[in-house]
């Protein structure tokens, strides 16, 4: 785990935001290698999970090329005077433009080296990304990997999965929770980096109050523990490193049946 201290501006007044964050993540208990991949661009105060597909070792090529991607693409971007790959969107700020454009960018160097080796056609990775710019937290994302919000009055999940049960709780809003834990294509999802050559990518902005956790998993994690046991394992361990370690071994006691990642972001002021 590391700390930082950095001073922001809101409300009119100085405040300082703490951002202290734990991740890890576990091959689980039934995959013989781990294809999700987890980093922090430290600079920017980017928080990345990826979840790799593709078989054939793949998926942790395309999860690893994804972090890889965004990184290069912030660093670029730090001179004013770069260019970018994509045009800037005018309804949405500075801040949310960078950030979609670096996943872009990603999806488009991934699908490029897939297309470039017959080996790996059709690998891909999902992706979820935390964002902290002054008093704000900014989710984007693509795939099925979550982001949830902690704080002493619950949970909030702040991503939609793109999957096709997703597709279909929207088309039929009276689906019961029976008909969703049956749904026979529940884990096949409807986008990912690297599946086509361009990417819709989901962003939500939240403000962030003091206290606020952000839980980035892959859904090795979520597929396993309900959004209020991850709230409660949160919630009631003593530090952020335990908090991690609890979700993962409770994962992995409930079957352990996926790649594990998860990573645990807190902000104070």
Not at 120 to 148: K, Q
Request: proline share 2%; hydrophobic share 35%.
């Amino acid at each position: 785990m590391r700390y930082q201290l950095r001073e922001i501006a809101g409300h009119g007044v100085r405040l300082f935001v703490r951002v202290r964050y734990a991740a890890k993540t576990d091959v689980g208990m039934k995959r013989t290698h781990n294809e999700d991949y987890f980093s922090l661009i430290e600079d920017e105060q980017l928080f990345l999970v990826a979840d790799g597909m593709g078989g054939h070792a793949c998926g942790e090529v395309a999860s690893k090329l994804a972090s890889d991607a965004i990184a290069e693409f912030y660093r670029h971007s730090r001179n004013v005077d770069a260019t970018w790959p994509y045009r800037y969107d005018h309804d949405l700020s500075y801040v949310e433009n960078r950030l979609v454009t670096a996943i872009r960018s990603a999806n488009a160097r991934i699908y490029a080296h897939a297309q470039s080796n017959p080996a790996r056609r059709g690998m891909g990775t999902t992706l979820v990304g935390c964002l902290i710019v002054s008093n704000f937290a900014y989710i984007a994302h693509v795939g099925d990997s979550r982001c949830y919000r902690v704080r002493a009055s619950g949970v909030e999940l702040l991503t939609r999965d793109h999957s096709l049960l997703e597709d279909y709780k929207e088309a039929r809003p009276d689906m019961t929770e029976a008909e969703a834990k049956n749904f026979p294509h529940k884990n096949v999802i409807t986008r990912a980096l690297g599946m086509r050559e361009t990417v819709t990518v989901d962003l939500v902005k939240v403000e962030v109050s003091d206290g606020d956790r952000f839980v980035l998993c892959s859904d090795g994690l979520s597929g396993h523990l309900s959004n209020d046991r991850i709230a409660e394992l949160v919630q009631q361990s003593p530090d952020l490193e335990t908090a991690v370690d609890r979700m993962i071994d409770e994962a992995n006691q409930a079957g352990g049946t996926d790649n594990i990642t998860t990573m645990v972001v807190e902000c104070r002021y």
